[in-house]
T-cell receptor, first 117, second 119 residues
C-alpha cells in the first residue's frame, strides 16, 4: 500500500515551452502533497506544499508563476514548469501524505527527470 | 528555522561489517520526528527508520538502528551486517511533530551521505 506514481519519468523539452508533471496517489487519498527538486548529487529541496482544493504554499525563493501547482483531487497533483529554461533541468520528486494513515510519513514518488534543451 | 547537517559526504564499508552515519540537527522545538531515508540509484526515496523525539528508546528496524541523543541533537544511523544492496545515498531528515501549532509539515533534509559497500 501507499504507492505514489509520477508521470512522465523522464521528459525532454525545448527552451521556452511548458511541461506538466503528474503525481498520483494510487491507493490512498492524499490530503497533502509536496513537490521537491533535486539537483545532481545534492539533497532534496522543498518547492511547495499543496492541499487538495486550495492554493499551494511555495517556499521562499520559488517562483509561483513559473512552477504552477494544482492539487485538484485527493489523488492527483500536477506541477507545470512554464517557459522552461536549461537551468530548470533537474529531478523533480513528489510526495504525498495521508493524515488518516500516518501522522508523519510522506510517501515518495519515483521522480521525474526534466531536461530542457 | 531547523537545519540538518550530515558531515560525511561519503562513507564506505566492507560487506558484512557495521557502519555508522552521522547526523546533527538544530531546532528550538521540543517535539519532532527524525528520519533516515535511503535513495538508491533508482532515485526512489525509501524510509529506513524514524524516531519520535519524545521517545527515549532508540528505534530499530532489523539491521538498522539509531543512536538518538536529544540533548546533543544527534541522530546517527548504524547499519549492521552491511549488504551490497545497502549502497545508496542516505538522507537524514527532520519534521515538526505539530505542524498545526506553528510548526511545519515539511521535511528538512541534510545534504546526504553516499554509502559504498565493498564486496
Amino acid at each position: 500500500g501507499a504507492v505514489v506514481s509520477q508521470h512522465p519519468s523522464w521528459v525532454i523539452c525545448k527552451s521556452g515551452t511548458s511541461v506538466k508533471i503528474e503525481c498520483r496517489s494510487l491507493d490512498f487519498q492524499a490530503t497533502t502533497m509536496f513537490w521537491y527538486r533535486q539537483f545532481p548529487k545534492q539533497s532534496l529541496m522543498l518547492m511547495a506544499t499543496s492541499n487538495e482544493g486550495s492554493k499551494a504554499t511555495y517556499e521562499q525563493g520559488v517562483e509561483k508563476d513559473k512552477f504552477l501547482i494544482n492539487h485538484a483531487s485527493l489523488t492527483l497533483s500536477t506541477l507545470t514548469v512554464t517557459s522552461a529554461h536549461p537551468e530548470d533541468s533537474s529531478f523533480y520528486i513528489c510526495s504525498a501524505r495521508d493524515f488518516g494513515r500516518s501522522l508523519y510519513e510522506q510517501y515518495f514518488g519515483p521522480g521525474t527527470r526534466l531536461t530542457v534543451t | 528555522a531547523q537545519t540538518v547537517t550530515q558531515s560525511q559526504p561519503e562513507m564506505s564499508v566492507q560487506e558484512a561489517e557495521t557502519v555508522t552515519l552521522s547526523c546533527t540537527y538544530d531546532t528550538s522545538e521540543s517535539d519532532y520526528y527524525l528520519f533516515w531515508y535511503k535513495q538508491p540509484p533508482s532515485r526512489q526515496m525509501i524510509l529506513v527508520i524514524r524516531q519520535e523525539a519524545y521517545k527515549q528508546q532508540n528505534a530499530t528496524e532489523n539491521r538498522f538502528s539509531v543512536n538518538f541523543q536529544k540533548a546533543a541533537k544527534s541522530f546517527s544511523l548504524k547499519i549492521s551486517d552491511s549488504q551490497l544492496g545497502d549502497a545508496a545515498m542516505y538522507f537524514c531528515a527532520y519534521r515538526s511533530a505539530h505542524p498545526t501549532q506553528g510548526g511545519s509539515e515539511k521535511l528538512v533534509f541534510g545534504k546526504g551521505t553516499k554509502l559504498t559497500v565493498n564486496p
